[in-house]
T-cell receptor
Framework: NAGVMQNPRHLVRRRGQEARLRCSPMKGHSHVYWYRQLPEEGLKFMVYLQKENIIDESGMPKERFSAEFPKEGPSILRIQQVVRGDSAAYFC?????????????FGQGTRLTVV | DQQVKQNSPSLSVQEGRISILNCDYTNSMFDYFLWYKKYPAEGPTFLISISSIKDKNEDGRFTVFLNKSAKHLSLHIVPSQPGDSAVYFCAASPDNAGNNRKLIWGLGTSLAVNP
């Protein structure tokens, strides 16, 4: 049973390009969370998705950022027109979304560097 | 507004002694608490959790204590080992009367266990 898979592990983009980060949740998990960790800071919640639905996007920047979790395939975090301030580690986590067990499992992260 | 606070950004402990990591929260709706450990360049890994119906949960060298009246929880590691050196995150989950659980995170405490 593979864990949460994120790819790529490292991504370098020039300013103005688009960045696409992929997350495949653990088998049987239908809830996905995206977090961002800026240098010298803690984990910051970005978005919470279930299959085909965005449940909570209160942590997403209003512009340039979007996320989806289609019926088939991985969850995608898309950052358009990247800027240097987007450089960070982006972590995805998945859970079964059970009320009595909200435990989430994390992927290894994607380190985005904007040059 | 930080609902989950880890007021000590770092902690240094001698090998074999006890490590105590603290976490305070403000939202009385939180009813499930988790500790995660994070090594550099890796995603956080689940360590131990506690439900608000308990005041203590133990797993090997790790024990989590919950004081609901003080809105405070702590993670005890005894005896501490050099391999425990990592950043420890406290997370809390509110009871939303449904399956849409979201984890609210502290900023982390960096633990260094010295040989």
């Amino acid at each position: 049973n593979a864990g949460v898979m994120q790819n790529p592990r490292h991504l370098v983009r020039r300013r103005g390009q688009e960045a696409r980060l992929r997350c495949s949740p653990m088998k049987g998990h239908s809830h996905v969370y995206w977090y961002r960790q800026l240098p010298e800071e803690g984990l910051k919640f970005m978005v919470y998705l279930q299959k085909e639905n965005i449940i909570d996007e209160s942590g997403m920047p209003k512009e340039r950022f979007s996320a989806e979790f289609p019926k088939e395939g991985p969850s995608i975090l898309r950052i358009q027109q990247v800027v240097r301030g987007d450089s960070a580690a982006y972590f995805c986590a998945s859970s079964q979304g059970l009320s009595n067990d909200p435990k989430a499992f994390f992927g290894q992260g994607t380190r985005l560097t904007v040059v | 507004d930080q609902q989950v606070k880890q007021n000590s950004p770092s902690l240094s402990v001698q090998e074999g002694r006890i490590s105590i990591l603290n976490c305070d929260y403000t939202n009385s709706m939180f009813d499930y608490f988790l500790w995660y450990k994070k090594y550099p360049a890796e995603g956080p890994t689940f360590l131990i959790s506690i439900s608000s119906i308990k005041d203590k949960n133990e797993d090997g060298r790790f024990t989590v204590f919950l004081n609901k009246s003080a809105k405070h929880l702590s993670l005890h590691i005894v005896p501490s080992q050099p391999g425990d050196s990592a950043v420890y995150f406290c997370a809390a989950s509110p009871d939303n009367a449904g399956n849409n659980r979201k984890l609210i995170w502290g900023l982390g405490t960096s633990l260094a266990v010295n040989p």
